[in-house]
């Protein structure tokens, strides 16, 4: 009788969380259950300018995860494939809520494929709750002193009062 073992299923939920909201969340949370181990990956996209240190958005995930045992936050300056590679992972996460975001994501898959044919990615559809938001759309109410309890933890809400109390025309 021979043992079989069974190599540990890790995926890379990566993005740029700036901020994390509760649409990211759901699918942290339910990607968590169908893998071993679940990295949740915050990237340094040079292209924009963020509200959040990566620092500040790695910690900020790190709060909101730390009751999910096989989630790790990390962060990577890199292509994502060889992210991937690097974490020995064999999948990567991406969450769905439009048209548009299946168009862009699935031109990104594919891109990745070319890259790597093992780095598989799976999309999961946002909980229809959350189908609206964004991180964008949630800066702008934070911005302007609107109520974003709804949308974001009450750790990023609170950073984010105080990331715009701080900034010179923010809401005070």
């Given at each position: 009788m021979s043992l079989q073992i069974r190599k540990e299923r890790v995926a890379i939920y990566p993005g740029t969380f700036?901020?994390?909201t509760l649409g990211h969340?759901?699918?942290?949370?339910?990607?968590?259950?169908?893998?071993?181990?679940?990295?949740v990956a915050v990237l340094n996209n040079l292209s924009k300018n963020p509200l959040f240190s990566v620092e500040e958005r790695t910690e900020l995930l790190r709060q909101a995860t730390a009751d999910i045992p096989n989630v790790e936050v990390d962060s990577f300056r890199d292509l994502l494939v060889n992210y991937v590679?690097?974490?020995d992972a064999q999948v990567i996460v991406r969450g769905i809520r439009t048209v548009t975001?299946?168009?862009?994501?699935?031109?990104?898959?594919?891109?990745?494929?070319?890259?790597?044919?093992?780095?598989e990615t799976i999309f999961?559809?946002?909980?229809?709750?959350?189908?609206?938001?964004?991180?964008?759309?949630v800066k702008e109410i934070a911005h302007f002193g609107?109520?974003?309890s709804d949308f974001v933890?009450?750790?990023?809400?609170?950073?984010m009062k105080l990331k715009f109390k701080r900034m010179d025309g923010g809401a005070k």
């Open positions: 700036d901020p994390v969340m759901d699918i942290i949370h339910r990607a968590a259950k169908q893998f071993d181990r679940l990295i590679r690097q974490k975001d299946f168009e862009y994501e699935l031109q990104n898959a594919s891109i990745n494929h070319n890259l790597d044919p093992e780095a999961m559809m946002t909980n229809p709750r959350y189908s609206y938001l964004s991180s964008s759309v609107g109520n974003v933890t009450p750790e990023v809400e609170q950073a």
